[in-house]
């Protein structure tokens, strides 16, 4: 069965500093993989997705992701965190039947002043 | 353009009543997705509509949970005697495309639903 977990429940990083939020994966065959971030009270939006092709995907409010096959893994990165981009954030995969997401159990950022 | 909708916002209740969620999907999706999220956990899938029809009910818990779209655009997520566990938000999502996966799907605000 697909599956995916987020080590990490809650990280902390000082405003400025470089975020990696990681993510692994179970599926059998190609994933498809996104990214979205909820902040309070809100719902989820969307922030990158990888279907094929390049391995290192361009998201929006500058964040980026990298599929490594080999390691099962499509870990969040951003090179200086903004204090608004405290939130928390999940990784999803596509299961097989008909596009229903499974999320991981989210992981949560805080930013330092 | 508008995007996903959901009402009521907020739903207080008590333990075996009935209540009704709905969605609005954005405008020419033909696909749409419940889920459920408790607190400090990711969405669970419920239920998946492709048009009129539920394509993949295996979400749903028990068979007091149960959902329609019978114009292929609205849909209601109805809950029988409501039991304290499913006090959570209740997420829908609406995608251009739902077979095969290759659709983003969108998500409303969700509905916070506590029962007493």
């Known amino acids: 069965a697909q599956s995916v977990t987020q080590p990490d429940i809650h990280i902390t990083v000082s405003e400025g500093a470089s975020l990696e939020l990681r993510c692994n994966y179970s599926?059998?065959?190609?994933?498809?993989l996104f990214w979205y971030v909820q902040s309070p009270g809100q719902g989820l939006q969307l922030l990158l997705k990888?279907?094929?092709?390049?391995?290192l995907v361009q998201g929006i409010k500058g964040f980026e992701a990298e599929f490594k096959r080999s390691q099962s893994s499509f870990n969040l990165r951003k090179p200086s965190v903004h204090w608004s981009d405290a939130a928390e954030y999940f990784c999803a995969v596509v299961g097989n039947q008909g596009g229903k997401l499974i999320f991981g159990q989210g992981t949560e950022l805080s930013v330092k002043p | 353009g508008a995007g996903v909708s959901q009402t009521p916002s907020n739903k207080v209740t008590e333990k075996g009543k009935y209540v009704e969620l709905r969605c609005d999907p954005i405008?020419?999706?033909?696909?749409l997705y419940w889920y459920r999220q408790s607190l400090g956990q990711g969405p669970e899938f419920l239920i998946y509509?492709?048009?009129?029809?539920?394509?993949?009910d295996s979400g749903l818990p028990n068979d007091r949970f149960f959902a329609v779209r019978p114009e292929g655009s609205v849909s209601t997520l109805k809950i029988q005697r409501t039991e304290r566990g499913d006090s959570a938000v209740y997420l829908c999502?609406?995608?251009?495309?739902?077979?095969?996966?290759?659709?983003?799907?969108?998500f409303g605000p969700g509905t916070r639903l506590l029962v007493l």
């Open positions: 990888y279907f094929s092709g390049d391995t």
């Open positions: 405008s020419g999706h033909t696909a």
């Open positions: 509509f492709q048009g009129t029809g539920a394509a993949d």
């Open positions: 599926y059998g065959a190609t994933p498809y």
């Open positions: 999502a609406s995608s251009l495309i739902g077979t095969g996966g290759a659709g983003t799907q969108y």
